[in-house]
C-alpha cells in the first residue's frame, strides 16, 4: 500500500508541477512493477513445486513462532491463522496436530457448564470450531458462539474443520475462482500499462512545452 501511494503521489507531483524528471521516474517505476510482476508469474508456474514447499515451510514457522491463539491478539499472524480458519472452513496446513508445535498457543480453554466455569487444556485452536454466525468475524468476536461449546476440548468432523488443512482448502478455492483471479490481474497489468503510457506522453509533452519555451527564448 505505501508503495503504491509511493508511487501515485510521484507521478501526480511530476503531472501538476510538470515536471519531466518526476514523471520519467514515476514511468520507469510503474515499468520496474510491471517486469517484476510478471517475472514473479513465471518463476511461480517454472518453480511451482519448490515454492509450495517453501511455502509450506513458512506457514509451519508462523504457528511455531507467531501463533497465540487469542481471538483479542494483536499478533498479525496468529490473526491471520484465525481469519483463514473461519474464511475456508479449514484448520493448520494440513490439519489440527500442526499447532501442536506453537510455542506461544495458550490452550488452557475457558466455557460455561452450567453455572459452573470449567478450564481445560484445548485439542484445537478454537477457531478451528464450527461458529453459528461466521458474519460475526472478526469485527464481533465477543459475540461469536460455537456450534458446540466443547468442540475445542473434544473435535470431531460434526462440530469442526479439525481434519481439513487450510493448504489444500486455500488451494481449492484459487482453483474454482481462477478465471476471475485471472481477470483481476489483467486488469491490474492493464491500468498499469495505461498509466506507464499516460506517463511517457506526459513526459513527451512536458519535454515539447519546454523546447518551445527555449525557442520562443532565442
Known amino acids: 500500500g505505501a508503495v503504491i501511494f509511493a508511487i501515485a503521489f510521484l507521478g501526480c507531483c511530476g503531472v501538476m ?3 519531466k524528471l518526476a514523471v520519467f521516474l514515476y514511468a520507469v517505476v510503474l515499468s520496474l512493477t510491471v517486469i517484476c510482476e510478471a517475472t514473479g508469474g513465471v518463476i511461480a508456474v517454472i518453480f511451482k513445486e ?6 509450506k515451510s513458512f506457514l509451519n514457522d508462523t504457528i511455531y513462532e507467531k501463533y497465540d ?10 490473526l491471520a491463522w484465525d481469519f483463514a480458519h473461519v474464511t475456508f472452513d479449514c484448520c493448520g496446513i494440513y490439519n489440527y496436530t500442526d499447532f501442536y508445535i506453537a510455542q506461544h498457543w495458550n490452550r488452557t480453554y475457558t466455557y460455561q457448564d452450567g453455572n459452573s466455569t470449567v478450564a481445560m487444556v484445548a485439542d484445537i485452536p478454537t477457531m478451528c470450531c464450527k461458529i453459528k454466525d461466521k458474519a460475526l468475524y472478526p469485527l464481533n468476536v465477543l459475540n461469536l458462539e460455537l456450534q458446540n461449546t466443547t468442540c475445542p476440548l473434544y473435535p470431531t468432523a460434526a462440530n469442526s474443520w479439525f481434519l481439513t488443512g487450510c493448504y489444500d482448502s486455500v488451494k481449492a478455492w484459487i482453483l474454482q475462482n ?3 483471479l485471472l481477470c483481476v490481474g489483467i486488469g491490474i497489468a492493464f491500468i498499469e ?3 506507464i503510457t499516460a506517463a511517457c506522453c506526459v513526459f513527451f509533452d512536458i519535454k515539447r512545452k519546454n523546447e518551445s519555451k527555449v525557442g520562443q527564448g532565442e
Open 69 to 78: 491463539g487469542d481471538l483479542f491478539t494483536a499478533e498479525p499472524y496468529s
Open 178 to 180: 481462477d478465471i476471475l
Open 17 to 19: 508541477n510538470d515536471n
Open 193 to 195: 500499462i495505461v498509466g
Open 50 to 55: 519448490q515454492l509450495e514447499v517453501e511455502l
